[in-house]
C-alpha cells in the first residue's frame, strides 16, 4: 500500500479540519489530525491553532520519534497518540482526533457504543470501546489506545473525546462522523423512545461478514 503525496495529505488535513470545526466536533484549538507520507515521515496539525483556521504553512512534518522534520509551528502534545497508533499497525496511514460532542458524552459517561441497533455501524465500526482514562499530553495517552490498533477502527478516550485511524484521511475523518453518528442515534432510542429492537446473532453474523466486501480490515464485534 502505497502513501499519500505531501501534497494531497496537507490538502486533505486543510480541508478535514474545516470539516471538523463546522461540524461542531471541535472548539477553539481542539483536536488533532495527521497523516503518515512515508515509512518516517508524518504530516501533522500544529497546537494552538483552530482547525476551521489552519493555513498550510503552519502545519508540521515529523518523524515517528516525534522530531520535527519540516515547518516553523510545533506538534501537538496529543501526536504522540498519532505516532503511536503508526508504529502499533503499518496499515494506518491516518489519525483524527476531535471532541464530537455525542461521543465525548458517552465518554464521559463511560459507556462504550455497542449495541447492534444499526446495520452500517455493525459493518463499519462494529463497537467502539472506551480506552481508560489518561491525562493530557501524557505518555499513558498512547499507551491507552495500543490495545485497538489492530482490532477496531477507533475508541473512545474516557472523559476526553474520540480518535479514529484508517488507511487514508478521508476515510480516518468519515469513521469519527459515523460514531458521532451512531452514539446519537443510541442516544435517543436508549433515553428518549425508551426502546431498541438490537439485531440477532444470525444478522450480526452476516452484517460483519460484509466488511472484507467494503474493504474494511478492522472492527469490533457488538454486544450480543
Known amino acids: 500500500m502505497g502513501y499519500m503525496s505531501e ?13 471538523m470545526y463546522v461540524r461542531n466536533f471541535v472548539a ?39 522530531n520535527v522534520l519540516e515547518g516553523t509551528y510545533k506538534p501537538s502534545s496529543e501526536l504522540k497518540m498519532h505516532l503511536r497508533a503508526y508504529r502499533e499497525n503499518r496499515d494506518i496511514r491516518s489519525v483524527c482526533h476531535a471532541h464530537p460532542p455525542i461521543c465525548t458524552c ?15 455501524a455493525v459493518i463499519t465500526l462494529g463497537d467502539v470501546p472506551v480506552a481508560p482514562y489518561a491525562e493530557l499530553g501524557s ?3 498512547p499507551e491507552v489506545i495500543a490495545p ?13 473525546g474520540a480518535v479514529t485511524w484508517a488507511e487514508d484521511p478521508y476515510a480516518a475523518y468519515y469513521r469519527l462522523e459515523s460514531m458521532e453518528y451512531y452514539a446519537n442515534i443510541l442516544l435517543i432510542t436508549d433515553k428518549i423512545l425508551d426502546r431498541q429492537n438490537l439485531l440477532d446473532d444470525g444478522q450480526i453474523d452476516r452484517l460483519l461478514a460484509m466488511r472484507e466486501k467494503f474493504g474494511i480490515k ?6 450480543r
Not at 495529505?9 to 479540519?17: H, L, M, P
Open 148 to 160: 485497538y490498533c489492530h482490532t477496531h477502527n477507533g475508541v473512545l478516550l474516557a472523559n476526553h
Open 28 to 66: 477553539a484549538n481542539d483536536g488533532n489530525i495527521s497523516v503518515k507520507t512515508g515509512d518516517n515521515e508524518v504530516w501533522a496539525t500544529p497546537t494552538g491553532v483552530s482547525k476551521g483556521y489552519m493555513k498550510k504553512k503552519m502545519l508540521v512534518k515529523v518523524d515517528l520519534d516525534g
Open 139 to 141: 505518555s499513558s495517552v
Open 7 to 19: 501534497k494531497k495529505a496537507k490538502k486533505a488535513i486543510i480541508d478535514i479540519g474545516q470539516r
Open 106 to 120: 458517552f465518554a464521559i459517561a463511560g459507556i462504550p457504543l455497542d449495541k447492534p441497533v444499526l446495520a452500517e
Open 218 to 223: 478492522r472492527g469490533g464485534v457488538p454486544s
